[in-house]
């Protein structure tokens, strides 16, 4: 069974600019969680969908968006990037069966350079 | 608003002793806590969990803890080995929450 796959795995961006990122869920996997991990800081909750429904969301700016797709794949976007959005940012999928959360299974992240 | 935290950032011990990390959560309807742990260039992997119906668990060399009315839970683990250094985040979630807070998680470094 093919695990969490996320795309690209590196990329630098400048300034201003904005970035995209992708997230396959293991599949039968309905819901789709994206953190930002920073040294020191974490994991950083951003979002949670399910469904393709936005369930939760972290205390980020809404220059952090996402959305999730009838497939249950999932991107997020970041706009009007800053240095400090410099992360590796991880996407894991699960296996919500009831209204109770599970294990989440981790893709190996996007690690995002703002220069 | 959640939070947990996590004690100690950085934890060193010499191989064949224990190690314990302590975590605290603030949210009273959390009802479960994961542990998991990230080695280099990978993402997070569940090494064990525990419910708020249980107060301990174990798996071999590791073992979960919780008290509920304090609000703390720790991992413990015993006759380290190299293998086991690594980055060990705790994590708490709710029924209807629907989404997992984690710690700042513990560097283990295990001294051969």
């Known amino acids: 069974k093919a695990g969490v796959t996320q795309t690209p795995r590196y990329l630098i961006k400048t300034r201003g600019q904005q970035v995209t990122l992708s997230c396959s869920p293991i599949?039968?996997?309905?819901?789709v969680s994206w953190y930002q991990q920073t040294p020191g800081q974490g994991l950083q909750f951003l979002f949670e969908y399910f469904s393709e429904t936005q369930r939760n969301k972290g205390n980020f700016p809404g220059r952090f968006s996402g959305r999730q797709f009838s497939n249950s794949r999932s991107e997020m976007n970041v706009s009007t990037l800053e240095l400090g959005d410099s992360a590796l940012y991880l996407c894991?999928?699960?296996?919500?069966?009831?209204?109770?959360?599970?294990?989440?299974?981790f893709g190996e992240g996007s690690r995002l350079t703002v220069l | 608003g959640e939070n947990v935290e996590q004690h100690p950032s950085t934890l060193s011990v010499q191989e064949g002793d224990s190690a314990v990390i302590k975590c605290t959560y603030s949210?009273?309807?959390?009802?479960?806590f994961p542990w998991y742990k990230q080695e280099l260039g990978k993402g997070p992997q569940l090494i064990i969990d525990?419910?708020?119906?249980?107060g301990e668990k174990k798996d071999q060399r590791i073992a979960v803890t919780l008290n509920k009315t304090a609000k703390h839970f720790s991992l413990h683990i015993t006759e380290t080995q190299p293998e086991d250094s690594a980055v060990y985040f705790c994590a708490a979630s709710g029924t209807g929450g629907f989404k997992t807070i984690f710690g700042a998680g513990t560097r283990l470094f295990v001294k051969a």
């Open positions: 599949s039968g996997h309905r819901s």
């Open positions: 949210d009273s309807a959390s009802n479960y």
């Open positions: 525990i419910r708020s119906n249980v």
């Open positions: 894991a999928s699960s296996l919500v069966t009831s209204g109770n959360t599970g294990e989440l299974f």
